[in-house]
């Protein structure tokens, strides 16, 4: 499996120190990325699943993720995830370093900078390392603005309601997390769509390349 490395960085509107605190909540987390699933705990690591579509065929893996470091006066995070696929022999594993800044503009909302170390082997790998990495960054997208969407419903229901400060302590409560509804959110049963990221990511490559031919046109001679 080759190696390979994606940066960014993704504003969302809440204090750093709330979005610090959802970040190392991987339970929370889990449910936030499109297609994923939390299923429970076991010796230290979160176990989950993951389901990503690819035109007709869907690719299952298997998993778990745990936190490796944490830093909580730099508000950064180091998480390491990897599963297997269930009807195959693919693999996919993945280490995810965040740290959480202040605002650009706006000290009370958050800087989220990402750095994702990936391997990925089996069907899922099919598709060329470019347009993986951009699927992958779209998923990336997703999860926060799902993670801010959870964020602002909380906001909304106030801090006696049942979603406000949740915790995973028991068994009750991470299914309840599992099973709520969150406002733009995606549902947790909804496996990736990687062919209509895949599209979009053409679409966004044919539009780059006719704005540069159109610019290339425009300058004088």
Known sequence: M????????????????????????????????????FVGEEGGSYLGKVKIKMGPVTVSYKGKAEILHTDADSRLAVLKADGDETTGAGRAT?????????????PSTSRVQVDVTYQVAGRAAQFGRGLMDEVAMRIIAQMTDNLAARLRAEDAD?????????????????????SRSVPGAVAVSTPINGLSLIVKVLLD??????????????DPQ
């Open 205 to 218: 490559k044919v539009r780059r390349l006719v704005r540069r031919i159109l610019h290339s046109s425009e």
């Open 94 to 106: 993945a280490e995810i370093k965040m740290a959480v800044l202040d605002g650009a503009a706006d």
């Open 2 to 37: 080759s190696q390979t490395e994606l940066h960014d960085e993704i504003e969302i509107g809440a204090s750093p120190e709330r979005v610090y605190r959802s970040l190392l909540d991987v339970p929370e987390v889990m449910t936030c990325i499109p297609g994923a699933e």
């Open 158 to 178: 106030g801090p006696d309601s049942p979603s406000a400060g949740h915790s995973h302590d028991s068994p009750e409560s991470r299914d309840e997390l599992t």
